[in-house]
């Protein structure tokens, strides 16, 4: 009976977990979904999120305080997502090229500024930062499973999960989310209608640096209280792929991110048994590459029913 009970506690830690190491992916994730609605793939989601975790921990720093270091994160990232706009909308700049030079960017700067303003190399921790505190939810708390699994976690990790039905609204329930839809589907047909395309696409990158904030923040502030060099470990290209998987729609794109914070979440109780540093760390990528191929998969066969429709329709149609 022992056993069993060790080995419940052992599973329920385990996906708890996976919902904290979900949450830098999910935020990172309905960022990228605003933006591409708009046209725009942005890939420069882990540039963003880094940002967002250093000046997290330089805000709390400052401020004395967790919520400053958001709002530090939050200045930091729309400022950022303010350039990538203006270098592709205003200056023509191809968006993935810009992408790609935001993620080298920000690995420089942030180096760069570990050292010129908080004079360290490669790991600031220090008791000045103030992290979150987690959260223990009355009454749930007290429900011997679901208690240990839903409470005691951190602020924005509640705040991730309900960003998605945030971002699920608007998108599908006001007519600013079927503007920015129009844009990126039907660019013709929303300039048709009044809608000023350029306005929504600076729209969708300001949304999305908003919350790749949100999910720096959280590496920096919540999971830990620290800033190390490349602290995102790839958790932006995460979000790409939880993009892709879910066709640019919130809760199929949560259940990737789920996914991947689940493996994640796995790689670190794997290390405990003895298993290669390298076969752990390449678990969340193997599910990602498992992730995009169920997802071409499922696209074919759309794309061949769709066909096949067509052509039933053709076939049934009056002469």
């Known amino acids: 009976m022992g056993n069993v009970d060790l080995r419940s506690i052992l599973t329920i830690a385990l996906f708890a977990s996976a919902l904290r190491m979900a949450t830098p992916i999910i935020f990172a994730t309905m960022g990228g979904i605003f933006s591409s609605h708009t046209g725009i793939f942005?890939?420069?989601?882990?540039?963003?999120?880094?940002?967002?975790?250093?000046?997290?921990?330089?805000?709390?720093?400052?401020?004395?305080?967790?919520?400053?270091?958001?709002?530090?994160?939050?200045?930091?990232?729309?400022?950022?997502?303010?350039?990538?706009?203006?270098?592709?909308?205003?200056?023509?700049?191809?968006?993935?090229?810009?992408?790609?030079?935001?993620?080298?960017?920000?690995?420089?700067?942030?180096?760069?500024?570990?050292?010129?303003?908080?004079?360290?190399?490669?790991?600031?921790?220090?008791?000045?930062?103030?992290?979150?505190?987690?959260?223990?939810?009355?009454?749930?708390?007290?429900?011997?499973?679901?208690?240990?699994?839903?409470?005691?976690?951190?602020?924005?990790?509640?705040?991730?999960?309900?960003?998605?039905?945030?971002?699920?609204?608007?998108?599908?329930?006001?007519?600013?989310?079927?503007?920015?839809?129009?844009?990126?589907?039907?660019?013709?047909?929303?300039?048709?209608?009044?809608?000023n395309t350029k306005k929504m696409k600076y729209y969708g990158l300001l949304v999305s640096g908003l919350f790749c904030a949100f999910g720096g923040t959280f590496l920096s502030l919540s999971y830990l209280t620290l800033f190390s060099e490349e602290m995102t470990a790839g958790r932006g290209w995460l979000a790409l792929a939880a993009i892709n998987f879910g066709r640019m729609r919130p809760v199929p794109s949560l259940m990737a991110c789920l996914v991947f914070g689940f493996a994640d979440a796995l790689a670190v109780r794997l290390q405990q048994f003895g298993l290669p540093s390298q076969v752990v760390l390449m678990l969340p990528y193997i599910m990602t590459v498992i992730v995009l191929f169920i997802s071409a998969i499922i696209a074919e066969r759309r794309k061949k029913s769709s066909l096949k429709k067509g052509e039933e329709d053709v076939e049934f149609s009056p002469s």
């Open 42 to 195: 942005n890939v420069g989601l882990e540039g963003m999120m880094l940002i967002g975790s250093f000046f997290a921990v330089y805000g709390s720093v400052q401020t004395g305080s967790a919520y400053g270091g958001l709002l530090y994160a939050i200045i930091a990232c729309l400022v950022v997502s303010l350039l990538f706009a203006v270098l592709h909308l205003e200056l023509k700049a191809n968006p993935i090229i810009v992408g790609l030079a935001l993620n080298i960017f920000a690995v420089g700067m942030t180096n760069y500024l570990l050292t010129a303003l908080l004079e360290v190399y490669g790991v600031y921790k220090t008791d000045l930062i103030v992290g979150f505190n987690e959260l223990e939810i009355p009454l749930i708390n007290q429900i011997p499973i679901l208690g240990k699994l839903i409470s005691g976690h951190f602020p924005l990790v509640y705040f991730s999960f309900v960003s998605v039905y945030i971002v699920y609204l608007i998108l599908y329930k006001t007519p600013f989310g079927f503007h920015l839809r129009a844009v990126g589907e039907k660019i013709d047909a929303a300039e048709s209608i009044g809608v």
